[in-house]
C-alpha cells in the first residue's frame, strides 16, 4: 500500500510534495543505495566478463554495446533494492512534464554548442541510448534519490544524486549539467519515471542526432 509524505518543501519547488513513499518496505540508507549505484554501474563489466567466461565474446555488441545487460541485471537489481517500483505512482505521466521536456531538450542543445564534439556512434549504441539507458537509467536515480533526499534534504540529495549518477558515464563532466536537471525533474514530477524517462530519452536522441551514426 502506497501512502503519501508530504517532503517539507526544502527547496521549495513546486510540484514536489505529496510524494509517493511504501509503508510496506522501510526506504533504504544513503549508504544501501550509494552501494546499489555502483553495483549496478559494475553490471556491464560483469555481463561482459560472463561473456567471456561462456564463450560467448561475439554477443557482447548485442548484450553489452545494445544495452540489454541493463534489462537482464540492473531492472532485476533496482526491484531488489526498491521493492515498490511497480507502484502506478511512478508510472504516472505528471500534469506540466512537457514543460520539463521541453526545457531539458533545449539544455541539451545548448550544452553540445560547448566543444568537444559530440561524436558519432554505432547503431546499437544509438538502441542503447534512445531506448534502453533512459528508463532504466532513471529507475536507477528513483532508487537512489529517494532515501536521500528523505535523510538530507531536497539540495544535497539532488546534488549528491547528480554526481553519483554522472559518474555512471565515462566522462563525468560531460553530463553532469544534464545529470542535475533530469534530478531536479524527478523531483518536480513527484518521482514520475515516465516523464523523467522520455525527457532523457529525447536528449540522448539529440546527441545522436548531432553526432550521427557510424557506417555500419
Known amino acids: 500500500m502506497t501512502e503519501v509524505r508530504p517532503t517539507s ?16 518496505p522501510k526506504v533504504l540508507s544513503p549508504i ?7 553495483l549496478a554501474v559494475s553490471t556491464g563489466d560483469f555481463a561482459t566478463y560472463l561473456l567471456k567466461v561462456a564463450g560467448l565474446a561475439r554477443l557482447k555488441p548485442i548484450v553489452v554495446d545494445a544495452g540489454l545487460y541493463k534489462l537482464i541485471f540492473v531492472f532485476p537489481l533496482s526491484l531488489l533494492f526498491s521493492r515498490d517500483l511497480f507502484d502506478k505512482s511512478f508510472w504516472i ?6 514543460k520539463w521536456i ?9 550544452v553540445l554548442l560547448i566543444p568537444p564534439v559530440q561524436p558519432a556512434v554505432s547503431a ?4 542503447h541510448t534512445i531506448i534502453v539507458a533512459p528508463p532504466v537509467e532513471e529507475i536507477v536515480r528513483t532508487v ?6 528523505s535523510r538530507w534534504g531536497d539540495f544535497w540529495g539532488i546534488v549528491v544524486t547528480s554526481g553519483l549518477t554522472a559518474l555512471m558515464h565515462p566522462a563525468p563532466k560531460l553530463v553532469i549539467v544534464q545529470a542535475f536537471a533530469l534530478s531536479i525533474m524527478l523531483l518536480y514530477t513527484k518521482y514520475s519515471i515516465t516523464s523523467t524517462a522520455l525527457a532523457h530519452s529525447l536528449m540522448n536522441a539529440i546527441c545522436v542526432l548531432v553526432g550521427g551514426i ?3
Do not use: N, Y
Open 9 to 24: 518543501g526544502r527547496l521549495g519547488l513546486p510540484g514536489q510534495h505529496d510524494v509517493p513513499t511504501t509503508s510496506g
Open 32 to 38: 544501501a543505495a550509494i552501494c546499489f549505484l555502483f
Open 93 to 98: 505521466f505528471r500534469k506540466g512534464s512537457w
Open 102 to 110: 521541453c526545457g531539458l531538450a533545449t539544455v541539451e542543445g545548448i
Open 124 to 127: 546499437l549504441f544509438a538502441f
Open 144 to 149: 537512489v534519490m529517494r532515501p536521500l533526499v
Open 214 to 216: 557510424k557506417p555500419s
